[in-house]
């Protein structure tokens, strides 16, 4: 087997043959552990293997596949979960936009109508409050920026 590493700026690329022993004791350690060839071959190069193989046995590496493919079912159930009230959580936000804006269009109305009728003032500073909040959205995340 041949392999061609492509390198960086110092070297173009550098090919290693491998015998053909060398490649069937690669190829059945990526059998026994789960990985590809490539990916065999990537470990080696790069030198991330352990030393102590001593303590490392088969059914402990199936036992931990099985907890990540478990927690990566989880992780999409939860996901399935999530994205259905992210999108309903964002059209209320634009709902509660829509109601402030309405809102602040009464209260202005409804101010011109008490001076014209000369009704004493009234203080609509918590929902002038409340309408300053659903309407100033910053930029990050689209929520209410907090003041």
């Given at each position: 087997?041949?392999?061609?590493?492509?390198?960086?700026?110092?070297?173009?690329?550098?090919?290693?043959?491998?015998?053909?022993?060398?490649?069937?004791?690669?190829?059945?350690?990526?059998?026994?552990?789960?990985?590809?060839?490539?990916?065999?071959?990537?470990?080696?190069?790069?030198?991330d293997f352990?030393?102590?193989?001593?303590?490392?046995?088969?059914?402990?590496?199936?036992?931990?596949?099985?907890?990540?493919?478990?927690?990566?079912?989880?992780?999409?159930?939860?996901?399935?979960?999530?994205?259905?009230?992210?999108?309903?959580?964002?059209?209320?936000?634009?709902?509660?936009?829509?109601?402030?804006?309405?809102?602040?269009?009464?209260?202005?109305?409804?101010?011109?109508?008490?001076?014209?009728?000369?009704?004493?003032?009234?203080?609509?500073?918590?929902?002038?409050?409340?309408?300053?909040?659903?309407?100033?959205?910053?930029?990050?995340?689209?929520?209410?920026?907090s003041e």
């Amino acid at each position: 087997m041949k392999v061609i590493v492509k390198g960086g700026k110092r070297w173009k690329r550098l090919t290693v043959e491998i015998p053909p022993e060398v490649e069937g004791r690669l190829r059945k350690l990526a059998n026994d552990y789960g990985f590809t060839l490539v990916d065999v071959l990537k470990i080696l190069l790069k030198g991330d293997f352990l030393e102590n193989r001593e303590g490392i046995r088969r059914e402990d590496v199936d036992e931990l596949q099985r907890k990540v493919f478990s927690l990566e079912r989880e992780l999409y159930e939860l996901e399935g979960k999530w994205s259905p009230l992210k999108f309903k959580a964002y059209y209320l936000a634009l709902d509660n936009r829509n109601l402030s804006i309405q809102l602040a269009a009464i209260i202005a109305q409804n101010k011109r109508l008490r001076k014209k009728l000369g009704l004493p003032k009234r203080d609509y500073s918590e929902i002038e409050g409340k309408i300053h909040y659903y309407l100033s959205f910053d930029k990050s995340g689209g929520e209410p920026s907090s003041e």
